[in-house]
């Protein structure tokens, strides 16, 4: 199983980005998925949740800013960012809790790879 995350880059503040995780191998279900985010010197935090039912959570800090969302037929996760600041400046990263064909009993939690996203003027 692989999360394949992209959409990251540079974006003055007050722009908008779209991220996207694509879920690809041996899979059997996706339930949540979700993004969080790590800055330099800080832990790593949730940004946004989905649940396969679609219910979403968001931090305190990006709640009406920013929407997750995910597409079943293509094993894909999605976060539009908008009125970005620059303490959203973080890598990126994206979960998900996956029930693959090589343990099919449970999910597991995989990770991709991580987007940079920078909000700077």
């Known amino acids: 199983v692989q999360l394949q995350a992209s959409g990251g880059g540079l974006v003055q503040p007050g722009g908008s980005l779209r991220l996207s995780c694509a879920v690809s191998?041996?899979?059997?279900?996706?339930?949540?998925m979700g993004w969080y985010r790590q800055a330099p010197g800080k832990k790593r935090e949730l940004v946004a949740r989905?649940?396969?039912?679609?219910?979403?959570t968001y931090a305190d800090s990006v709640k009406g800013r920013f929407t997750i969302s995910r597409d079943n037929t293509k094993n894909t996760e999605y976060l539009q960012m908008n009125s970005l600041k620059p303490e959203d400046t973080a890598v990126y990263y994206c979960?998900?809790?996956?029930?693959?064909?090589?343990?099919?009993?449970?999910?597991?939690?995989?990770w991709g790879q991580g987007t940079q996203v920078t909000v700077s003027s």
């Open positions: 989905i649940t396969s039912s679609a219910i979403t």
């Open positions: 191998g041996s899979i059997l279900s996706i339930d949540r």
């Open positions: 979960n998900a809790a996956v029930q693959a064909t090589v343990a099919p009993h449970i999910y597991s939690d995989y």
